[in-house]
């Protein structure tokens, strides 16, 4: 499990991408596409073509680390395709890990 420290920023890459990608090249696909900075903290959170698949670049100020979670059933629920990045909270993430809408969350 990722433990992210208090206040980092996630963002999620738009669309899909290769999951044949390691770590190098989602770093390389963070600054020429994203145009970010993939040693800066944040988390980036790349998903494949099928919606079950999904990728995790964070550089925690020590080296780089490169999570994957697959999901037996179902999708990862995503933004529309479009070029670029959504920024959401660790919160979000989290939801969005568990297979939870992290879009709408519920207050019960």
Known sequence: MIVPPT????????GHT???RGMNGLALQVQETLQRDPHAGDL????GRRGDLVKILWHDGLGMSLYAKRL???????PSPADGCVAISASQLG?????IDWRNPQRT
């Open 7 to 14: 206040g980092v920023r996630v963002w999620l890459a738009n």
């Open 72 to 78: 037996e059933r179902g999708r990862f629920l995503w």
């Open 95 to 99: 939801y969005m890990l568990d297979g």
């Open 44 to 47: 980036y959170v790349f998903r």
């Open 18 to 20: 290769d999951m044949r």
